[in-house]
């Protein structure tokens, strides 16, 4: 009579080799043992389910397998099956009584050292710019969309997709960023991307192609993003920079320009109204692209309202957004909304059949049109704005003589400090075990502005037991 | 006292302008549907709400929501809110009684011609190989290993990963690859990637960087594959090809070789033992990689077991996996399992940070530590073995005089048309509404074998109340 575990049914791949099957299997089970490629604690099928896979006599596995307990590499006990024997502990079968006879090397029990470097440990408090409030992801909801999208899917959308990705999204987004973000949006011209990076990358590329050599920037941003740029052959040249932000007239012949407009990244302050403008009319008159990083659009406190420099001229700017600080960086999902001319480069450039995960893209568009994703941005807005004003307050009190700035949107703030004092502000409070980012880590090297000492507090990350704490410790380190 | 929808909360983006809040919000809600940046039918916010956000008076807000309802561009109704009104079909506000003044290039109602060439019309019947049964994809299994995997992780899952993929899944995979295959697999070597053209892509971009010019490719297989090597600026030069498979004994200077040794694709056997031993000992000898593409390795038929080539040698081997067959091609889950050398330059080239999704990467690490992928893969196995097996019978009944080869295993067979036909064949079968690819699509146009004609035929796509049709088609279209 089969026991429960006979049913299991595990795939287990072995070629019995050698004159005599009996043999020839139990040195091939032997082998999988001995070099680790069976791991210790693995329940092995049945000796039925076995012989049934590999066409021989359910008593020659069942040989086998009595042999290999008795050579102490395999254990079996009633009610548990056969599993392969721990190794050392004593337990199960003990260490097998032929190991002395052991050649061949263990690769998966003794890997070669890791070549990547692993993380670094966690610090106690995080207040680093760039992730959102992981504990605050809607799981549950999140969960329901991805029922309800994936058991209403028709079949084929399980298959190879569009490399824009899932229209289901598209068509969502178009009506979202339409509304929400002032995006002149269309599902034909929105390809969905793993990321800003991943569009950034797919945009070099195409840009590259079509014979672009320099990209201007902005003098304080994300490095990963000029890098994406070299990466594809690019020059980056940053923009000059002053009180009003990036200062956009003296472009001239780059093909394109990449910003950061309704909320400067790591400055905080929306492009001028006027450089807008110039930015925009640059494009259109020299054919140059504008490439809009609206990375977190959807945090804004203030009433003052700032819409996509994308709606002022849709056929020279590209929309770029992101699921990663709405809702989080795990899900791989952003979008570009594209100029018809571009489109059919960038899809190419991704590839011939889409390489986002259609599942995520379903779950997104179920949530968008749901109004989940209204509701959950309406409620993390809310609980961001509070920490805001928390961080505010304690400034206020703790270092009145600190000037902070770029308080009216996102998820981080602009902590001025003395000159000379942002690397020691930044070492102490690595000693204290709060992950922190001075200025200078987001300044472009070949940036012509005054250099100003600086933290950019970022108030997202810590979920809310550790927010007062982080605070503190923020506090604790200030000059 | 506020309506249901009063709590609806969407977001909105305006940029009131002008001298008068009244008219400056009037005119923005104006510009927004007449350019159609909001949709017909789109449910506005409560005046409270918009008023709230806008930090303006709520009558303000509904004067201008009265102003424009009496214009003719919104309606109003007890119950159901303020909406935009539908265009010209009579419905709701009817056309906007100032509709003669619009002068802005509507770009979402009336969006350009798309650039990207729509897919043509589904065939009735399809026979491409390819694509396995995505009728049979279990979602509900899927949705329950979501669940478990998302509220049991820890929240940083949610945050930017490690570029090699979630630990969760190279573990599960380590622990599966080397039990069900035979791979010599560990964690820190396995890289995930979205898809197997997206592992090519990356292998083909380090092999670039490290000066390899040459990439020996099997005469038939994937023409996107080839392409990949070649979007890469590498040479792929195919390999002779014989009654035994790919022969692999002209392989001299080439950096690598991309073959599908467990089956080879189109033709369906398995690469000869003395090739794999000659395949291996080139590699070693010059140092040469061989790319182990297992598209299929899950479903063989027979009890001739063909594990990973990777086995015979991990150092020079690079095994790749795909979720593509064994679950849906939807998912973009595939992985690689590296020689520790290449480690660092494939994670390199993928990014600084993850661009797999995290929550698919957990679902299917729980779907195979659970046994729910053993369960699946062998019900498909079976399922598949009908279809085979129904395949060949009713070819032996109506094409007795055709030879159908590469039965053994995967999701397609090889069947032998007279010489010449093929074209015709495959032209009958596309006005039959039978999508069937032939032969010569899988050849390389610099392959040196001998011409055949035949047709590969995919079992894997017909949903199961699909599949007598289709059966019933081909045998029509057979000469």
């Not at 997202?460 to 550790?466: C, E, F, I, N, V």
């Amino acid at each position: 009579m089969p026991k429960p575990w006979a049913t299991l049914g595990i795939d287990l791949h072995l070629e019995p080799a050698g004159p005599g099957l009996r043999r020839g299997l139990t040195d091939a089970l032997r082998d999988a043992v001995r070099t680790g490629r069976l791991a210790p604690g693995t329940r092995l099928p049945s000796s039925r389910s076995l012989a049934t896979d590999l066409g021989i006599a359910r008593n020659t596995v069942a040989e086998a397998y009595t042999d290999l307990v008795a050579e102490g590499w395999l254990t079996a006990r009633q009610g548990s099956g056969t599993r392969v024997a721990e190794r050392g502990t004593g337990g199960g079968g003990g260490s097998p009584r032929t190991s002395t006879t052991v050649s061949a090397t263990p690769y998966v029990t003794a890997p070669p050292r890791p070549h990547h470097p692993r993380p670094r440990p966690r610090p106690a408090y995080d207040l680093l710019p760039g992730t959102p409030d992981l504990a605050s992801f809607p799981r549950t909801e999140w969960l329901k969309a991805a029922r309800r999208a994936l058991l209403a899917a028709p079949h084929e959308v399980l298959g190879y997709g569009d490399p824009r990705g899932r229209v289901e999204l598209r068509a969502a987004l178009a009506g979202y960023l339409s509304r929400a973000r002032g995006v002149r949006a269309d599902p034909e011209r929105i390809v969905v991307c793993a990321g800003f990076g991943h569009g950034l990358q797919l945009l070099g590329r195409v840009l590259r192609a079509r014979g672009a050599q320099t990209v201007a920037v902005e003098s304080y941003g994300l490095p990963p993003h000029w890098n994406q740029l070299t990466a594809a052959d690019l020059t980056a040249t940053p923009l000059p920079f002053d009180e009003l932000g990036t200062n956009p007239r003296e472009l001239t012949d780059e093909s394109a320009v990449l910003l950061t407009p309704a909320h400067q990244f790591p400055m905080g302050m929306p492009l001028h109204r006027d450089r807008r403008a110039t930015v925009v009319d640059w494009a259109s008159r020299t054919g140059g692209l504008v490439l809009e990083d609206d990375y977190d659009g959807e945090f804004r406190y203030d009433r003052q309202p700032v819409g996509a420099l994308q709606g002022l001229d849709p056929d020279h700017v590209v929309y770029l957004g992101t699921a990663s600080k709405s809702l989080a960086p795990a899900l791989r999902l952003a979008w570009m909304v594209l100029p018809p001319t571009l489109v059919e480069e960038v899809t190419a450039e991704k590839g011939h059949v889409d390489t986002c995960g259609a599942l995520d893209q379903l779950t997104l568009a179920e949530f968008l049109t749901s109004g989940a994703y209204d509701r959950h941005v309406r409620a993390a807005r809310l609980r961001y704005r509070r920490r805001r004003d928390a961080l505010v307050r304690a400034l206020a009190t703790h270092a009145p003589h600190l000037n902070v700035t770029g308080i009216a949107a996102g998820l981080h703030v602009l902590l001025r400090l003395p000159p000379g004092t942002e690397q020691s502000v930044v070492q102490a409070a690595t000693w204290q075990g709060l992950a922190l980012h001075g200025l200078s880590t987001f300044r472009h090297e070949s940036a012509t502005a005054e250099r100003m000492d600086a933290l950019v507090v970022g108030y997202g990350t810590p979920p809310d037991h550790a927010w007062a704490g982080a605070l503190e410790a923020l506090c604790r380190v200030l000059p």
